[in-house]
């Protein structure tokens, strides 16, 4: 085998406001990490920005109407061949960079899960390196665009198990 050291620092909060008819989900994950390979050098491992909030008015017993906004993008230049800078580079903070805004519905029965359904969903992709602003990345349709309007539809669901007092997966 190879020698190898590595390291990763990370963020991971859900906070959550819940009171009468009220609900508001924030959820922020931030995490970057790189590992050095004897032999191969040092490539990322991780790196990822993902920020999102979701505000909701109980309508029922678990449903919630809502409103939602999303952003995800990365910290570091990413390559085809690891954090070789002399190859190609694949992308970059906000390239791609993603900002989501949606209106639909929230099921939250319990506080394990929690369903998001928002029929109306607004999705704008950024290309802001120029070098990555080339047709058919990220769903650009010319060279030279840096960024893309997309609508429709968004799901997504969380279900967390408790495994000690603290510590939730």
């Known amino acids: 085998g190879s020698n190898n050291v590595g390291w990763l620092a990370g963020l991971n909060y859900n906070l959550t406001y819940e009171k009468d008819k009220s609900l508001w989900e924030n959820t922020i994950i931030l995490g970057y990490g790189q590992n050095n390979t004897q032999g191969i050098g040092t490539r990322k491992v991780q790196d990822v920005i993902n920020v999102s909030t979701s505000y909701g008015e109980k309508v029922s ?4 109407a809502s409103v939602g906004a999303g952003f995800s993008s990365q910290f570091a230049p990413g390559y085809e061949d690891g954090n070789n800078p002399k190859a190609k580079k694949i992308s970059n903070f906000m390239a791609p960079g993603y900002l989501s805004l949606g209106v639909g519905f929230v099921y939250k029965p319990n506080n394990n899960l929690m369903i998001t359904l928002r029929p109306a969903n607004a999705r704008w992709t950024f290309v802001f390196d120029e070098d990555l602003q080339i047709a058919g990345n990220y769903g ?18 969380m279900y967390q198990i408790k495994l000690m007092e603290n510590i939730k997966l």
């Open 61 to 64: 017993k678990s449903w919630y």
């Open 140 to 157: 650009l349709r010319n060279n030279g665009d840096s960024s893309l309007f997309q609508f429709g539809f968004l799901g997504k669901a």
